[in-house]
């Protein structure tokens, strides 16, 4: 939740409500059920997805492809926010690991000390963070998970975002399919 307070305990009660209808007379809860029956805020289903498209979880990708729509969330919104960031930070990280002959990462947290190593030119052109500063964070998440990927299948997905894109914005085809066929394209 990451709305005004008055907000977020809207929401709260109305999910903690939902679970007591649900429950009834049993007073018994777990996790399936929670995880059931509330609702996840839509920028936490965004990170997930990109978390799954890294991981190359195309069940679960297709799954959160899915809960975003249903929650409202625009196919074009679903694009910019969490597919092309997602395969953008992964192809520019796996050609900067190959390029510098990185080894690959036991963590996340080594890309930091990796990208301090690297001349000011090998960083030009990664994504900045609106400050300007890198995001040494996501880059390491994504330069973790560019093992799964080979750099030929990272350029064919970036360039398959872009026909995506412009079938969003040029063609009658259901969103939901062009998205679900660009999740494919670039996981399977």
């Not at 005004?4 to 903690?16: C, F, K, T, Y």
């Not at 052109?125 to 998970?145: M, V």
């Not at 990927?149 to 399919?177: D, M, S, Y």
Request: glycine share 6%.
């Amino acid at each position: 939740m990451s709305g005004s307070p008055v907000a977020d305990g809207r929401q709260l009660r109305n999910e903690l409500e939902k679970i007591d209808l649900y429950l009834a007379d049993r007073r018994k809860i777990t996790v399936d059920v929670v995880r059931a029956l509330v609702a996840k805020s839509t920028s936490g289903v965004i990170w997930e997805l990109g978390t799954c498209i890294s991981k190359r979880q195309l069940g679960e990708s297709l799954a959160l492809l899915d809960q975003l729509i249903f929650q409202g969330e625009t196919p074009i919104g679903i694009l910019y926010a969490a597919i092309i960031p997602t395969v953008r930070n992964l192809l520019v990280t796996k050609d900067l690991l190959l390029k510098h002959h990185i080894r690959p990462l036991q963590s996340p947290f080594q890309f930091n000390s990796v990208l301090g190593e690297l001349p000011e030119v090998a960083l030009r052109h990664l994504p900045r963070r609106k400050d300007g500063g890198l995001n040494a964070y996501g880059l390491g998440l994504a330069a973790f998970e560019a093992r799964r990927f080979q750099l030929a299948e990272l350029i064919e997905g970036f360039e398959a975002c872009l026909k995506a894109n412009i079938q969003l914005v040029t063609t009658q085809l259901e969103p939901k399919l062009i998205l679900s066929q660009l999740l494919v394209r670039i996981i399977a």
